[in-house]
């Protein structure tokens, strides 16, 4: 059985099928405009705030001046000669028309014409492409994505001239039909990889995109939940992407969300960020160790306090003038855990309080939890110390994911050392070790590669920056 097309040529059918299904009447913001073009019916369709005035005012302007023996009966032939614009495609079926008409096409229809002509018009509101907030470099380029796909995607065509370089357009969601850009090297990525991911996007059966990229991440990957390590990277940096684009990685773009879902990402790769390369070589390698280092002291710090505090008899010589020895109206577990907690109250607080009074926010923080928590006997200095540079060594992650991540295993490791002292303390870092080798990428590939497997130089490079190898001409 044939299915009926849904521009056929006859100009009543197809407007009123359109003002049917669009319902123009009563939808403020769709709008329509009827005219004629050498001598026959035609009407634009589009979005008020979306297209460009100017520009459909010049297009209309060379439309007037069409003559009828000129129109002929080739729709794209009546293109090519008579609208002299560059984005313009041709689609008859229903899916296409209006799916580009609600994002922010302009459709023309036309008398005689079984198809129907989209001209890219549009023009999205959006914000300044500035550097991100949570992103920032000390040195580097100060740009950053915006909510609108194709802006996002012209920043990396700015940095990758290269015909190898590869942007793809998929729709998700039934409702939404999100755009989504698969960007990579056609000769560096993993094809494996990017068939994978092609065919994941293909089978994705969802209504919207509601969180943007996290519920695509949660579409992509099925694995297993309660491992809070992040499978995905994210970056608003165009910088970044680019960069991760030309070692082999892909990138995904999600429109109305300003930043870029990089795949595969390992724990290596969490735990780098641009001020890495902007730096020379031994700057940008200090940065890493150190990074790695308060990641790992972010997590055994508290649990091995606790561990001294409980049993005072294990605190070696050397560490004698930090040995805890008084009375508490509080368990310090208790402390600990009620200091958890309000780290996170005054990050939410931090959020959500309006930027002229998060200074004062700040003092009243230090001032109440500072001082008077500790003189009214519910927190200890010691505990109160450690806390806080837990939570500054928090802070040097880039990804919140991973800061996160390290916070759920260090409340497991506090319990279990509560709980069985010295090898419940052994059992905690276990538990972190394989929550982290255990883990697996979106290719299915280890995430502490190349540890495993190993190559040794790639494994160096991972923490020891080298410097850029030019190429002898």
């Known amino acids: 059985m044939e299915i009926e097309k849904f521009i056929t040529g006859n100009f009543e059918k197809d407007t009123d099928k359109i003002d049917q299904l669009l319902r123009i009447q009563d939808s403020f913001d769709l709008l329509k405009k009827e005219t004629e073009i050498g001598g026959r019916k035609a009407a634009f369709y589009f979005i008020n705030g979306f297209c460009q005035e100017d520009l459909m005012q010049r297009l209309q302007d060379s439309f007037y001046q069409v003559k009828p023996e000129q129109v002929g009966e080739d729709p794209k032939r009546f293109s090519d000669c008579f609208i002299p614009y560059v984005e313009v495609d041709l689609y008859g079926d229903e899916y296409n028309v209006i799916t580009l008409l609600l994002s922010g096409v302009t459709c023309m229809v036309m008398d005689g014409f079984d198809q129907a002509f989209l001209i890219d018009t549009r023009q999205y509101p959006a914000r300044n492409v500035m550097e991100p907030e949570k992103y920032k470099v000390l040195r580097g380029s100060r740009d950053g994505f915006?909510?609108?796909?194709?802006?996002?995607?012209?920043?990396?065509?700015?940095?990758?001239?290269?015909?190898?370089?590869?942007?793809?357009?998929?729709?998700?969601?039934?409702?939404?039909?999100?755009?989504?850009?698969?960007?990579?090297?056609?000769?560096?990525?993993?094809?494996?990889?990017?068939?994978?991911?092609?065919?994941?996007?293909?089978?994705?059966?969802?209504?919207?995109?509601?969180?943007?990229?996290?519920?695509?991440?949660?579409?992509?990957?099925?694995?297993?939940?309660?491992?809070?390590?992040?499978?995905?990277?994210?970056?608003?940096?165009?910088?970044?992407?680019?960069?991760?684009?030309?070692?082999?990685?892909?990138?995904?773009?999600?429109?109305?969300?300003?930043?870029?879902?990089?795949?595969?990402?390992?724990?290596?790769?969490?735990?780098?960020?641009?001020?890495?390369?902007?730096?020379?070589?031994?700057?940008?390698?200090?940065?890493?160790?150190?990074?790695?280092?308060?990641?790992?002291?972010?997590?055994?710090?508290?649990?091995?306090?606790?561990?001294?505090?409980?049993?005072?008899?294990?605190?070696?010589?050397?560490?004698?003038?930090?040995?805890?020895?008084?009375?508490?109206?509080?368990?310090?577990?208790?402390?600990?855990?009620?200091?958890?907690?309000?780290?996170?109250?005054?990050?939410?607080?931090?959020?959500?309080?309006?930027?002229?009074?998060?200074?004062?926010?700040?003092?009243?923080?230090?001032?109440?939890?500072?001082?008077?928590?500790?003189?009214?006997?519910?927190?200890?200095?010691?505990?109160?110390?450690?806390?806080?540079?837990?939570?500054?060594?928090?802070?040097?992650?880039?990804?919140?994911?991973?800061a996160y991540s390290i916070k759920f295993l260090r409340i497991i490791a506090v319990i279990l050392t509560q709980l069985f002292g010295l090898w419940g303390f052994i059992a905690g870092c276990i538990v972190g070790v394989l929550a982290i080798v255990m883990n697996r990428t979106i290719a299915q590939t280890s995430y502490i590669e190349p540890l495993v497997p190993f190559r040794s130089r790639e494994f160096l490079q991972r923490f020891f920056r080298v410097s850029i190898k030019t190429k002898n001409k």
């Open 146 to 402: 915006v909510e609108t796909i194709v802006y996002n995607t012209a920043l990396i065509r700015r940095r990758i001239r290269s015909p190898k370089y590869m942007c793809e357009i998929v729709r998700v969601g039934t409702s939404s039909r999100t755009d989504i850009a698969i960007c990579y090297m056609a000769d560096r990525v993993d094809v494996n990889l990017l068939s994978r991911i092609k065919k994941q996007l293909s089978r994705i059966e969802i209504d919207s995109l509601p969180m943007n990229q996290e519920s695509l991440a949660e579409c992509l990957y099925k694995g297993h939940w309660f491992n809070p390590f992040p499978k995905f990277r994210y970056t608003e940096r165009p910088d970044t992407a680019a960069a991760e684009i030309l070692e082999g990685q892909v990138a995904i773009l999600v429109d109305n969300s300003p930043a870029a879902m990089l795949l595969p990402t390992t724990i290596f790769d969490v735990i780098e960020e641009a001020d890495d390369y902007y730096f020379p070589p031994i700057t940008g390698t200090y940065l890493r160790l150190a990074r790695a280092f308060m990641a790992v002291m972010s997590f055994v710090l508290i649990p091995l306090f606790l561990l001294y505090a409980n049993h005072p008899g294990m605190v070696p010589d050397w560490l004698s003038f930090a040995q805890y020895n008084q009375v508490d109206h509080i368990p310090i577990f208790w402390q600990i855990i009620l200091l958890e907690l309000s780290i996170d109250g005054l990050k939410l607080a931090a959020i959500n309080t309006p930027s002229t009074l998060n200074t004062p926010l700040s003092l009243i923080a230090a001032i109440v939890i500072g001082d008077y928590a500790v003189q009214t006997g519910w927190f200890n200095p010691h505990t109160m110390l450690y806390m806080a540079v837990v939570a500054i060594a928090n802070f040097t992650h880039e990804n919140y994911e991973l």
